[in-house]
Structures are given as C-alpha cells and as structure tokens.
C-alpha cells in the first residue's frame, strides 16, 4: 500500500500543470518585420510565449475556454521594447563624487526601482552593459523568482578593461588602492576575466577599448586595449557561446574592436568612414546613444557632474550625431542603446524621436529596439516581435507610431509574458 501511494504521489508531481493563456485584443499591430500595420489582432499567449497570432482577415483562433482576455481597446501593439545598452544600478542623481555619501550596497537597492521604471517605460528586455558586485544578475535572478518587477535583463557583470582605463576606478588618489574588478592588461589575463565573469552569471562581456566621457583622466579618443587583447577577448566570450559589446568612442578602438571580432559597439562616436565600411562588411552593431546628451548638459552640473566630464559630453555630442545619420545612411546594423544611468531610466524611449530626426524612418528605430536588437542578442526565437513562439511582450501606444514615433514615449499598457503591468 505504501509503494502504491507513493506511485501515485509520484504520478501527481510528475504531471504538468494546466497552460495558463491570455488572449489580447486591440484595434491595430504592427507587424516590425513586414512593417505594416495590420487591423484587430487577437493574440493567444500560453505560459507566458504567444501561442496564435491572428487579424481581423485571418483564420478563426483557437482560443482555450479558460483563457484570460486583455482587451486594450483602440491602441496600436508593438513588440516589447529592447534597450540594449542600460546599467540598471546606476543614477544620474549622483555625478563626480557626490556618490560617496552613501554606502555601498545603496548602488544596488536603486536598481529595483530602475528595473520597474525600465519596463512601465515599456522595455520588456535590457541588455545591462556593466554593474558592481553583480548586481545585474542578482536583477535578473530576483526578477525570475517573482520577487522584483522588471524586464528580462541580460547581465554583463563586470566590465573588462586596462589598468588607468574607462572600466578602471579613476576617481581616487593610490592611498585608495581603487580597481577594477575585471582590469586585464594582456591578452591572457583579459581571458581570465572572461571566465569570471561568464562563471558569476555574465550573458554578455562588456569591454572599454577606449577612453570615456564620464570616467576621469582618460580621453573619449583614447584606444586603451590592444586589437590583439580585444580579439582574446571576443575569441574566448565566443568559445564560451557568448556575444561581446564593446565600450569604443575612437575612431582606431572601434576599428580595432571590429577587426578583433566584436560584437556590437557601443557609443562609436568618433567613427571614421573606415570604420563604418568594417561595420558593414563584418556584421557588427552600433548603438548609438544620441538622446543622453540633452540631459546630462541640462541637469548635469547639478547633480555634481565634475566639468571635465561635461567637456567631454558637449565635444562629442554633435559628432556622434552626425556620424549616427552617415553610419544609418551606409546601411550600417543599428541597435537601439540609450546608457540609461547616464539619464533616468523612465525616459529612454524619448531616443527614438531623435533617431528620426538624425535620418532614421520611425519604422528603422522601431526595428532597432526590436527585431534588429533581438538579432544582435541572438534571441530571435525569444524577443523582437509580436510572433508565434516568442515571449508574449507587447506594449500599447495611442495612435501610429509610424507617423509619430513619440507615440512611445507614452505606453499606456505594457504586457510582459501575458501579464499586463501595472503602470501607476
């Protein structure tokens, strides 16, 4: 009797649970591969991936009789939103040294409420580019366990960089004794730092081959890692099945970053029309934050924003806006990256309308925080796009967001894996 009940409670836990789908409705979709909006669109979503995907000229779904229905009324779905370039665990409140007055575990309690403010801005996946004590994958882990809100994070860890680099502490005098966590300064012990990252829960390695804007006592120009020690970097992120996002505002960084076999770089400011032609030939990514600057000239000073660092942002600004329309123009893979931390984390889809207005359609923004992101995470079968298989991520704009792209700036659903968000 006893192996009998122990059978059948056996039998119980091995049985699956009953799927759980949601069906949303709403009055317009659009469609980000085809680039077309399409009419009435009933989407099934079953255990948090979308099961159906039907219009109102399409075949009658197949709707489970238990299923939960969203009905979004008279708004326009697009795909979740990626941001592909965010450090979750930081806040532009806090510049130069006005940080210090907290402890260090304040860096990571702030990142809950960027995380939430992320996805009721409508970014169901972020790609975090760099955090402290790990912070980012403590996100994603509290996130999955239902203990936080917030998007679907891939996690960079630490970022790698060179002794004096941008990914170095260079705030603090040598009585501090302040570095890096993931500082290399050979092709070998940057390999090192691979692995431990990727051991810690890293999904993406991030690397500064040059010099930065917010970083002190380097220059945005500055190549700081070798090509040689930036291809050891990608040979070994790429053995371990991991993609590389590079840190590389110079001209000869970015280049050398592209020839060392990495993935996407990230701010390419300075990028030449060499570098642009390696972009294209060799299938590499730009993301371009050109939004951040309005805030950080705006509201930097007062937030403790040292001048150097302020001299550095108006002397790139321009150029990095200006090489964005040439490297879009050339047909360049663009992503879409705001380095939200530098600006605050609710207002990241504000980029969108400057992308338009340096040469974008809103179509090719929409697609660069969609289905192109998703192809740069290597996660097309994931995010990107309101598909069958995909997570259920969509978020609702008033309006069409092909004529206005601002539209976005606004959500007024946000649904994550079939469950709608709270957005107040």
């Not at 730092?193 to 999904?203: I, M, T």
């Not at 020690?229 to 070994?236: F, Q, V």
């Not at 942002?313 to 321009?318: F, G, Y």
């Not at 997570?391 to 092909?402: E, H, I, S």
Request: with cysteine; net charge neutral.
């Amino acid at each position: 009797m006893r192996n009998m009940l122990l059978a059948t409670a056996a039998l119980f836990a091995a049985a699956p649970a009953a799927a759980e789908s949601v069906v949303v409705t709403a009055a317009r979709l659009l469609d980000v591969e085809k680039g077309v909006i399409l009419a009435e669109p009933v989407i099934v979503v079953t255990d948090g991936r979308i099961a159906s995907v039907v219009t109102r000229n399409g075949p009658r779904p197949n709707i489970p009789a238990e299923a939960k229905r969203v009905d979004l009324g008279d708004v326009t779905l697009v795909p979740g939103l990626i941001d592909m370039h965010v450090h979750l665990d930081s806040s532009p409140l806090y510049g130069g040294y006005t940080g210090l007055q907290f402890t260090d575990a304040f860096w990571s309690a702030i990142g809950v409420g960027n995380a939430a403010a992320m996805l009721k801005a409508g970014f169901t996946t972020v790609r975090n580019v760099g955090s402290e004590h790990y912070d980012d994958v403590a996100y994603k882990q509290a996130i999955e366990e239902g203990l936080m809100i917030g998007p679907r994070i891939v996690p960079a860890a630490h970022a790698l960089g060179a002794t004096g680099g941008h990914c170095d502490s260079t705030f603090f005098p040598p009585s501090f004794n302040q570095r890096g966590k993931a500082v290399g300064d050979s092709p070998d012990e940057l390999r090192v730092r691979v692995r431990e990252q990727r051991k810690y829960g890293a999904e993406v390695i991030k690397v500064c081959a040059t010099g930065g804007v917010f970083s002190r006592n380097t220059e945005p120009g500055q190549q700081q890692l070798s090509e040689a020690e930036l291809r050891a970097i990608a040979d070994e992120a790429h053995q371990w099945g991991l993609k590389v996002a590079a840190h590389a505002h110079g001209a000869a960084g970015i280049k050398a970053a592209i020839r060392g076999g990495i993935d996407t770089i990230e701010h390419a400011s300075l990028i030449d029309d060499e570098g642009i032609r390696l972009a294209k030939e060799r299938g590499a990514y730009l993301s371009m934050d050109i939004y951040n600057t309005e805030y950080t000239q705006a509201e930097g000073k007062k937030n403790g924003v040292l001048e150097d660092n302020l001299r550095k942002d108006r002397e790139v600004a321009q150029i990095q806006r200006d090489n964005f329309r040439k490297a879009n123009a050339a047909g360049v893979k663009m992503v879409f990256g705001t380095d939200a931390g530098v600006m605050p984390h609710k207002d990241a889809a504000k980029q969108f309308r400057v992308m338009v207005q340096y040469g974008m359609t809103p179509l090719q923004a929409i697609r660069a925080a969609t289905v192109t992101a998703a192809e740069a995470l290597g996660r097309t079968r994931d995010v990107g796009a309101i598909a069958i298989g995909r997570y259920g991520d969509m978020v609702a704009v008033q309006g069409d967001p092909l004529a206005d792209v601002a539209t976005l700036e606004k959500p007024v659903a946000v649904i994550k894996g079939g469950v709608p968000v709270k957005l107040d």
